[in-house]
């Protein structure tokens, strides 16, 4: 009976949890060949659960309230590697979804965070101004590779959010400016209040590829890459 009585009991009972986490570690170690955890966890549990009904202490048997609370705990842990499961199956799907949608961005431009303007010859040259609130007065400058402003846009009053625009490539004398990159720079003011700004700049994209992650990473013209998600705008 002393077999018996460290087997089974309200002791025992108590401790089936605790058994089935050495047991599973156990089955871990030496090769299982289940490949979903939450099957495995409620195998084992399962074998613990009738060897202990088969073994227990007939004077003292097992407590129905304890072996409820057990069962209930255990379907807690197996419905969890259930949701887990689900929940990376469709991030992996998510993911191949938005690499076939980035894929068609190829030689589209997009607005990303940034500063630069990119002239060609004869053409104009486009971004963005992100407001924090409305303002009644925003002005873009636009400067060289050396810093030289060599063109002030009035854009006049804005209202709050994302706002384009667009240069003509000509400098503030009326002549064509030379083909090339420039940076912008935005205030704004509201009342004479200054006005919060993020600038975005109009990059083409060159290519599409992924990370380790899967997530989608966009190449842009000027040799810099983004992630697919930091894309303000499509244009």
């Known amino acids: ?10 002791t025992s009972s108590s401790s089936i949890l605790a058994a089935l ?11 299982s060949t289940a490949t979903n955890p939450g099957q495995a966890l409620n195998e ?27 069962l209930a705990q255990i379907d807690t842990v197996s419905g969890i590697s259930n949701v887990n499961t689900s929940v ?26 940034g500063n630069g303007l990119q002239l060609a010859a ?18 873009v400058k636009i400067a060289d590779a050396g810093g030289n402003v060599v063109r002030t846009l009035s ?8 706002q384009n625009f667009t240069w003509d490539g000509k400098t503030d004398s009326g002549s064509a400016a030379p083909a090339g990159a ?6 704004a003011t509201a009342g004479g209040n200054a006005v919060s700004t993020t600038s975005y700049a109009a990059q083409q994209v060159s290519g599409v590829s992924t990370d380790s992650s899967g997530n989608v990473q966009l190449a842009l013209a000027n040799g ?9 705008r499509f244009l």
Not at 21 to 31: E, H, K, Q, R
Not at 129 to 138: K, T
Not at 224 to 232: C, E, K, P, R, T
Request: aromatic share 6%; no cysteine.
């Open 1 to 10: 009976m002393s077999t018996t009585s460290s087997i089974g009991g309200t």
């Open 21 to 31: 986490g050495n047991s599973t570690g156990a089955t871990s170690s030496t090769g």
């Open 44 to 70: 084992t549990f399962l074998k613990l659960l009738v060897a202990q009904l088969n073994n227990q202490d007939p004077t003292n048997p097992m407590d129905s309230s304890q072996m409820t609370a057990q």
């Open 88 to 113: 990376q199956s469709l991030v992996s799907q998510f993911q191949q979804f938005e690499a076939m949608q980035a894929a068609q961005l190829a030689g589209r431009s997009v607005l990303v965070a």
């Open 122 to 139: 004869g053409s104009t040259a486009a971004g963005a101004v992100s407001l924090g609130s409305a303002a009644d007065a925003v002005t």
């Open 155 to 162: 854009l006049g009053s804005e209202a709050a959010g994302m």
């Open 182 to 187: 420039y940076t912008f720079a935005v205030t």
């Open 224 to 232: 810099s890459q983004v992630g697919f998600g930091d894309v303000a």
